[in-house]
């Protein structure tokens, strides 16, 4: 049997060459490498599911010197949501995108998606950097698709800040190397030691990746790149490239530098994030356009994944702190879902009024039932509304911060959730303020069902049938 | 006059930084640790079916890395076709310039040639001998070819995916042959590495002088041969 772990990451490659070869059959090509990268990327995560932590020594080398790619429950977790998300982002841009853009998505979409899988997929700390790179160099073009001033503009910013960040990881990478001389996750772990050089590196890597998770004060890139971008990226960007970034700093912080780690770090980041929160939450409820509401949303969900750092560091290791780090999984996964859903939607709507501001879209989104409904859909899991995997989560996240004693989280987030609640809401009491019967409940199918089903996932999947994630994250630790 | 942010404060605070970098630094090199990877890689190039030991780390034993960043060279020459067309580029050059891109440009492609080669047993190989190829792109675009001597954009495309494309394709079929993911066998090492290096110095060698013209090649009329 072929191992499933590199087919992930190349499957994509090859149908991006296909569609760079015959850019006349793009959407053709482009769709069948989605499907099939999608179902070997879930092959993997049900092999993690059955069988446990996955792991291929890529040239047969081994360990210290050759390059491995593994999948434990963490990294199989991530990957099932991106390639569920990319697939609808996919199906979404087959109807979307006209000819002439067409040929340019696809190529750097499935580039983009080989990335991600790479990303999830990789143990070795060098080969994180070029996947890395190859996310933000990919994600950068497709931002720009749209070939407006601000959009191009937004996204050289978008990209200078991105490579930024994976210099400042590169560094890092850099330090660990010459202090260690092994650059395998796995052996990095155990070689890692409290000591300057340590710290040094932590920062520098972890400093990087939060530059491209857009934490708050870092995330003034990511509203203008996000809002401008063509609806299926901006999708992607939100739900997938900034949590790939989310990922890694998680994974960093759990299976590498867990011995250096102290609690002012911690604590440092949950400050951080809780800013992220307030300030993204505000800004998504002034802000005049969906799009734009929906990047401020970003900002502020993405404060909520690092509020959990603290938490984690302050709960000692047992049934607590498992439970914790699969609520901060499933709450990274379900705004993956929703956020992904938002956007989409949005596209609909801005596709069908000719503009995405949010006082006039009362007509707009009337006349779009499916598209109003998966933006309801998603705002429920957004705010984290039962019955919503986000409300799970932050239940969750909630009660440990009240056992820790840690009330101030508790504070920061019911905040965050309550402006959540007005800024969907004031797009919604728009979507319904005018009487006109709704023509059909879809308008067109390619489009509307894939934004649709994101959110029915976010909001009814990952929390009626949370269980299934908790099994998944016990397969196997890291290295 | 003296502002104090720009002249005290970030200067003082870069210099801290580096400062601090470099301690640590100085630290990681000094500090007590067992096997180095170096090492390891160095007593295990005869094993890579190349004497190189770069060229043995980059196609051998961390080729998967070296995938990628073909991928990387591919994606950032799509993104610069995603952003419009080429600009009009340079005028015919006179007749000296023009005399001297006619003598260099060979010279470059038969260097690129010997680089390739080379890489095997010194130092050399695909990224050395593309950039010379893509050196010659850049030279004949100056001189006032409209394409650089790169092919109309339908021969264009299947170039610039070449080398990624044998890379990938031969890590597949050895997997289904049953060695795993660019696993070589024992004694076509050498063979396989000097096919996926042509490739991709090809590839490397028309994206990077692709990327010189800053966007799509302009259709009509194909100038002369491909770099």
Known sequence: ?479 | MIRPLEHIVIPSGLIALGGLLGWSLFLAITGETGDRLAEIALARVPDSGVSNPVTSVLLNFRAYDTLLELAVLLTALLGIWSLGAAGPGFQKAASVLEGMVAGFVPLLILSAGYMLWVGAYAPGGAFQAGALLGAAGVMLALAGHRNAGLPSEDRLRPLVALGVFVFAITGVLLAVVGGGFLTYPAGLAKWLILIIETAATLSIGATLAAAYLGGRPAPEHATRESA
Do not use: C
């Not at chain 1, 993997?44 to 593994?70: F, K, Q, Y």
């Not at chain 1, 501001?357 to 899991?381: H, K, M, S």
């Not at chain 1, 509307?448 to 994630?469: D, M």
């Open chain 1, 1 to 479: 049997m072929i191992d499933a772990l590199p087919l992930a990451v190349t499957l994509p490659l090859i149908g991006a060459l296909a569609v760079t070869v015959w850019p006349a059959h793009a959407r053709g090509l482009g769709l069948a490498g989605a499907l099939i990268t999608a179902v070997s990327a879930l092959t993997v995560t049900t092999e993690v599911w059955s069988r446990g932590a996955l792991r291929a020594d890529l040239g047969g080398w081994g360990a210290p010197l050759g390059i491995a790619l593994e999948a434990d429950g963490l990294s199989a977790a991530f990957l099932a949501m991106a390639n569920l998300v990319a697939l609808a982002v996919s199906v979404y841009a087959g109807g979307y995108f006209k000819r002439e853009t067409a040929r340019h998505f696809w190529p750097l979409w499935l580039l983009l998606w080989s990335a991600l899988n790479g990303l999830f997929l990789a143990a070795d700390l060098f080969n994180l950097y070029v996947t890395l790179e190859l996310l933000g160099l990919s994600a950068a073009a497709l931002g720009a698709l749209t070939g407006t001033r601000e959009a191009v503009a937004a996204n050289l910013r978008y990209l200078l800040v991105g490579l930024l960040g994976s210099m400042s990881y590169l560094l890092g990478v850099a330090l660990v190397y010459a202090a260690y001389g092994v650059l395998d996750i796995g052996l990095v772990a155990e070689a890692v030691e409290p000591g300057p050089v340590a710290w040094t590196a932590m920062t520098l890597m972890i400093g990087g990746l939060i530059l491209k998770a857009a934490l708050f004060p870092m995330h003034f890139w990511l509203p203008p790149a996000h809002a401008n971008a063509p609806a299926p990226v901006s999708a992607a960007l939100s739900a997938l490239v900034v949590k790939a970034a989310f990922y890694l700093a998680l994974r960093l912080w759990l299976d590498v530098f867990a011995p250096v780690l102290g609690e002012a770090a911690a604590n440092l980041l949950g400050i951080l994030g809780a800013g992220a929160v307030v300030w993204g939450s505000w800004r998504a409820l002034r802000a005049e356009r969906l799009k734009l509401l929906a990047a401020y949303s970003t900002v502020a969900q993405m404060g909520y994944l690092f509020i959990a750092f603290p938490l984690l560091a302050a709960t000692p290791p047992g049934l607590a702190r498992e439970n914790l780090l699969a609520a901060v999984v499933l709450l990274a996964l379900t705004h993956g879902f929703a956020k992904a859903g938002l956007f989409l939607a949005a596209g609909m709507v801005q596709k069908t009024a000719g503009h995405d501001r949010i006082d006039e879209l009362g007509g707009a989104a009337q006349a779009l039932p499916a598209a109003t409904f998966a933006i309801g859909l998603a705002g429920v899991a957004l705010i984290g509304l039962p019955p919503s995997g986000t409300f799970l989560a932050k239940w969750m996240m909630l009660e440990q911060a009240m056992i820790l004693g840690l009330w101030w989280w508790l504070v920061v987030m019911m905040v965050g959730t309550l402006l959540a609640a007005a800024y969907i809401f004031r797009v919604l009491s728009r979507a319904f303020n005018r009487e006109p019967t709704p023509y059909r409940f879809v308008n067109d199918a390619s489009t509307e069902l894939p934004a649709l089903l994101l959110g029915l996932i976010a909001t009814f999947g990952l929390g009626i049938a949370a269980q299934p994630l908790w099994r998944l994250l016990e397969q196997g630790a890291f290295g």
